[in-house]
RNA sequence: GCGCCGGUAGCUCAGUUGGUUAGAGCAUACGCCUGAUAAGCGUAAGGUCGGCGGUUCGAGUCCGCCCCGGCGCACCA
């Protein structure tokens, strides 16, 4: 280039409309985040927002409450925002959208780690209800805590005013919905075996277990028949149990009718035995048990057992076998221990033979986990104080723990000579998921809700009416029915009730003399109301609150007047609480109470089997419909190895230090793009790696924006058909977008939402149209059509592009917000702004869309060859080649559809971003060297040369019509023509 | 043990009712531009679609079996 050419070039500089925008390229969200949010609050744009859509369609998310303890992490990060992505969503969409967040504040590992505060154990001289108290402060204090760090996420809601379990209104309402259960005949007080945490000293639900591995003992043990069986003398039944330490507690032997059982005779240690065993069994467990050879003596069914006793191994007592029907062949020796106070199955066994006396099922093991001792064991034990105890069993359990003693049972049933075979195994076993222990069956008196009861007025029980209702709930994913309803069909009654003290009291008293337990609504109802105005400590409280004052004769059923009552001490289990939170939050809270059920719950998916299930249990009984009408969940968050977080693992870290390192939006835009339905590892890189798509989007809406600085819509838009064709496409390509954006944030698909933008950000726009728009743009007059239409087009894609973010990227949004032109009387916050619908006036137009994705093959191939010259140094930019298209008839015919080649031409050369373009539909391109084939369009040829001509010092094409202007020796005739104006 | 989900380029994932030569982003390599510039554009390389068998004119897609990973249920005595 000369030097006049440069001084020319630099001239002209100012007459190129070149971008300009404030809107920075680089994020620098982790401090531009704080401040953002600090302003929204000083706003009030929650309420601001609440204001704006009141009257609309309501839509409501129900926020499942987190456990208020630790930090919120990763997963519980997330989970907040993904709500708070579907609110706003929904939000924009024009849905009155109230987002209300609650806490789980009761229950066991608070309760846990306020007494490990106080040394392990509550101090003699503190009360419940100063106990109480230091749990509400420790829960309160996690609920701040908690708070503080969802918030840094950007996600909004009332956070003023959350729901906590702990609070007087929702703690009644949950005894309200027990009442309610209690009226329509679904509680129950009952003896059964079940799931006991003697770490945490209570019952446990099945939600409450995790199984874990673990080794234990198994026992092939010889009970010794008081007489003949099948006419053989001294014979002894072989049992199998995996729990040695039950072993005190023995009351029967179960087996099957109709199995096929071996009597065999054997010789052990030198003596000769013979012992019952299921045939089936008996080659394997023989084999197993060391006795290399054996005879068969007689073969019979189980009915052959009827009537036969046996000499309890440890106390000689005499015991029945009995017949049941889970009897399998599968393990075992096809004879069941059955210790009725530590089996569920065997507990019913129990209760059909009507063995308790007293209504007690031999359980000689106390809530910690330890034999009973002394008396009380006597008494468990249905002992007589003479009964004899010739091998000493009773000192040998007295008081021991029952884990540690299960080895020493083992030796001393193996001293006995009863033993036949012992061995250890791995199985899975449930454990207490909380304190992760063992669990075991105890059985207790217990609160129960009774899923099979069918209430009056019902024609189903509650357990199918729950199932009619999870048909009408949508599931996603959809497999997500399949979970539930197998979880329902298949649950045990319920036990609601828990042997601790931080949490809501059952509100049952009983006569210490009779034994009988006082409720009716009408004392429930009593308490309910004492315990809305003065919150579940009046329990606790027995200096303000002693029974007569809660309890006063006036409400009490007849038979209880008078009579000195005691208040029982078990409390609901946590997921009663939760699993209420329809009733105490959804039917209460000013907000939400005319929008019941709601649109929406969306947890892990653990929650198949816990607050899902409890709050459909419950709201089906109270109220006869799902609490919700759509059910979402997530999978779990992992590391990079896919392994479950844990903070023993340090693999986890709190929500807000990865805000503070990481931004929220980059979190929320790795979220939106991960794929919620499978396992979603969560690292610093991979979050990080979002960062390119947030790159992409940022700096396509930058590239859009910064056109528009002299746009002003209202003044400047361009009516939708005066567009430019191109322009017209783009509009097209952009409705495609909203319809699949908007389809998979129905379905609750982010990722694939998330995926559509990058995917048009990136491509159709970054790649495609922007780079061809730049010399309408930069180059003609300002106030052209062309440039007005591109700009039109780009306003709008910048709008749309911006809005569909918005659920996502909160904050950075919010700043585009600011730097788009506007129409006046829109909103401050593009939080208050609406979900788009129609890309400006424009439409799908399919021949647009053939016609430019034609274009756009033909660009492709053009720059492969393109490509292939710059290498061979032969030219630099496009605008230095001349491109010849060789066109086959039909190709040329498809072409000729678009307009004649004097108006095509130019269009391909825009398209193309060449300097000039020409279409050759006359020669055999195939047999021409300079021509190349194209390699995915039929009937394409393309070949490329270096233009001589010069270039124009301000468009930088050359067009070939350089100088023909005199005034403008160094421009093209369109350059010199804008210029001149 | 039963069931569900997944296995596609080095990494993260798309692949619609079975239909041309399996796609995108990132990363890599090589270029261009210097008027989106701590940006932008282009090209290339990279795949036995977990394995085997079957149905079909045609299979990443449908069927069967198997292997690997994850999850759920059950493991009771």
């Not at 709500?83 to 209300?100: A, L």
């Not at 299921?278 to 007689?298: F, I, N, P, Y």
Request: aromatic share 10%; charged share 25%; glycine share 6%.
């Amino acid at each position: 280039m000369t030097e006049d050419a440069k001084a020319a070039k630099a001239r002209y500089k100012s007459t190129v409309l070149l971008p300009q925008t404030e809107f920075s390229m680089k994020g620098g969200l982790t401090e531009k985040e704080p401040a953002l949010q600090a302003k929204w609050e000083e706003e009030d744009l929650y309420g601001q927002i609440r204001a704006a859509r009141k009257g609309g369609k309501p839509w409501v998310l129900h926020d499942g409450p987190p456990y208020a303890n630790g930090d919120a992490h990763t997963g519980t990060g997330m989970n907040k925002i993904l709500k708070d992505m579907v609110v706003k969503f929904r939000t924009m969409q024009g849905f009155d959208s109230p987002y209300v967040p609650g806490w789980d504040c009761h229950g066991l590992p608070i309760e846990h780690n306020v007494l490990k505060e106080l040394g392990g154990k509550k101090p003699e001289e503190m009360t419940s209800v100063q106990l109480r108290e230091r749990c509400l402060e420790y829960a309160n204090g996690y609920v701040d805590k908690q708070r503080g760090q969802f918030k840094t996420t950007g996600t909004l809601g009332d956070w003023q005013r959350p729901y906590l379990t702990t609070s007087p209104e929702y703690e009644s309402n949950v005894l309200r919905v027990f009442r309610d259960l209690f009226d329509k005949g679904y509680i129950t007080r009952a003896q059964r075996s079940v799931h006991w945490s003697w770490a945490a000293q209570s019952a446990l639900a099945e939600a409450e277990l995790e199984y874990e591995d673990r080794e234990d003992v198994s026992i092939y043990l010889r009970m010794r028949a008081r007489a003949q069986v099948a006419g053989v003398d001294d014979v002894a039944l072989l049992i199998w149990t995996t729990t040695p330490w039950t072993m005190p507690a023995n009351l029967a032997i179960a087996v099957a009718k109709d199995a096929e059982y071996a009597l065999v005779e054997y010789d052990r240690d030198g003596k000769s035995e013979r012992t019952v065993l299921a045939e089936e069994l008996r080659e394997a467990v023989l084999e197993k048990s060391g006795v290399t050879e054996h005879k068969v003596l007689k073969h019979f069914r189980g009915e052959a057992l009827a009537g036969v006793t046996y000499s309890h191994p440890l106390w000689g007592s005499e015991c029945p076998v009995v017949f049941a029907d889970y009897v399998t062949l599968e393990d075992g020796t096809g004879l069941v221990h059955t210790a009725p106070g530590h089996g569920k199955e065997d507990f019913e066994t129990g209760k059909n033979h009507d063995w308790f006396n007293a209504d007690r099922p031999v359980c000689p093991v106390s809530p910690t986990g330890h034999y009973y001792s002394d008396d009380r064991l006597r008494e468990e034990l249905n002992l007589p104080a003479n009964h004899p105890d010739d091998n000493g069993w009773f000192a040998f359990i007295n008081g021991k723990q029952i884990w540690k003693h299960n080895d020493n049972v083992v030796e001393k049933l193996r001293e006995q000579g009863d033993l036949l075979h012992s061995e250890k195994f791995m199985h899975s076993y449930p454990h207490c998921w909380r304190t992760h222990t063992p669990v075991i069956f105890r059985a207790t008196e217990q609160w129960f809700v009774n899923v099979d009861h069918v209430e009056a007025g019902q024609t189903k029980t509650l357990r199918q009416r729950i199932l009619d209702e999870i048909k009408n709930v949508q599931w996603f994913p959809a497999w997500g029915e399949k979970r539930i309803s197998a979880m329902v069909e298949n649950r045990p009654d319920w036990c609601i009730s828990r042997q601790r003290f931080w949490g809501i009291p059952i509100p049952g008293f009983m006569d210490p003399e009779t034994g009988k337990v006082c409720i009716s609504t009408q004392t429930v109802d009593h308490v309910v109301a004492l315990v809305a105005e003065h919150g579940s400590n009046v329990w606790y409280d027995d200096a303000n609150w002693p029974v007569d004052k809660l309890l006063p004769d006036a409400v009490r059923p007849d038979e209880f007047k008078g009579r000195e009552l005691k208040k029982m001490d078990d409390i609901f289990d946590v997921w009663f609480e939760s699993g209420s939170s329809h009733r105490a939050v959804m039917l209460t809270n000013e907000e939400l109470k005319d929008k019941f059920p709601a649109g929406l719950y969306l947890e892990g998916d653990d929650q198949h089997r816990g607050w899902f299930q409890v709050s459909l249990i419950l709201s089906v009984a109270t109220q006869g419909v799902s609490p919700f009408k759509q059910c979402l969940t997530s999978a779990f968050v992992v590391d990079e190895n896919g392994l479950k977080g844990s903070k023993s693992k340090g693999n986890i870290w709190a929500i807000d230090k990865g805000v503070k390192d990481l931004s929220a939006d980059l979190l929320r835009l790795y979220f939106a793009s991960s794929n919620t339905s499978e396992p979603i590892p969560v690292t610093y890189d991979l979050v990080r790696g979002a960062g390119e798509s947030y790159r992409k989007l940022r700096n396509t809406f930058r590239a859009l924006v910064s056109n528009l600085f002299d746009f002003v819509p209202d003044k400047h838009a361009v009516k939708y058909d005066d567009l430019q064709p191109l322009d017209k496409w783009a509009l097209s390509q952009c409705q495609r977008v909203i319809d699949e954006v908007t389809g998979s944030w129905e379905r609750y698909e982010f990722h694939t939402a998330t995926r559509a933008l990058v995917h048009f950000a990136n491509v159709t726009l970054s790649s495609q149209y922007i780079d061809v728009c730049k010399d309408r743009l930069y180059c003609e007059g300002a106030e052209s059509v062309s440039r007005r239409s591109a700009q039109t087009a780009y306003w709008v894609i910048a709008d749309v592009l911006m809005r569909l973010m918005t659920p996502v990227l909160v904050h950075t949004t919010e700043e585009m917000w600011q730097h788009i032109p506007r129409w006046p009387g829109t909103p401050d916050s593009v939080h208050l702004a609406p979900w788009p619908t129609a890309a400006g006036e424009g439409k799908r137009d399919t021949a647009l869309d053939s016609r430019f994705g034609l274009l756009f093959k033909l660009k492709a191939e053009s720059d492969r060859v393109l490509d292939r010259l710059r290498k061979e140094k032969v030219i630099g930019k496009g605008y230095d080649a001349h491109v010849t298209l060789g066109v086959n008839a039909e190709l040329m015919k498809q072409l000729a559809t678009f307009g004649p080649p004097e108006t095509l031409e130019p269009e391909l050369a825009e398209a193309l971003n060449v300097s000039r373009v020409k279409l050759d539909g006359a020669s055999d391109h195939a047999a021409l060297q300079e021509f190349e084939p194209a390699t995915d369009v039929k009937g394409l040829f393309v070949k490329v040369q270096a233009l001589e001509d010069t270039a124009c010092v301000r468009c930088f094409r050359r067009t070939g019509d350089v100088g023909s202007v005199k005034e403008h020796a160094f421009l093209c005739t369109r350059c010199a023509g804008v210029v001149d104006g």
